[in-house]
């Protein structure tokens, strides 16, 4: 799958968030090592800490499913009912979840609705705590 299919992916995901709060929906496609594709969205709850991101969504449905290995993420957001208009990296918690489960050189794709950016979670996450750590 290519960067512009899970992209797309990512973008039906985010049709199905549920943003009554802020109106800013995100999707992500997370593209499993085996060459499934788990969907997430962002879900918001009037307690605002009780919601979740589309990042973490799409990796803990993987997880859920027995998945473990991950190559690349998708990630677009934008005002709701309004295409893609600004890239959306994903938060400092979703990073270190990505971190838990996947290698420094992960992809993560971001989109602004035109041009599609591949940043590897080393450059979000630099110097960053997982699993290696504890040995």
Not at 104 to 118: A, Q
Request: contains cysteine; glycine residues 8%.
């Amino acid at each position: 799958m290519n960067e512009r299919e899970l992209i797309s992916a990512a973008e039906k995901a985010r049709q199905a968030a549920y943003t009554p709060y802020s109106h800013f929906t995100v999707g992500a496609a997370l593209l499993c090592a085996d060459g499934t594709v788990v969907t997430g969205c962002n879900v918001e709850n009037a307690s605002y800490p009780l919601g979740n991101c589309a990042e973490r969504t799409a990796i803990f449905a993987a997880v859920a499913a027995g998945k473990r290995e991950f190559s690349a993420i998708a990630i677009v957001g934008g005002n709701e009912g309004q295409p893609a208009a600004a890239f959306c990296p994903p938060c400092g918690a979703c990073r270190q979840v990505m971190r838990e489960f996947c290698a420094p050189d992960f992809s993560v794709f971001l989109t602004d609705g035109e041009k599609i950016t591949r940043t590897p979670l080393e450059n979000l996450l630099p110097d960053s705590f997982g699993p290696d750590n504890l040995a």
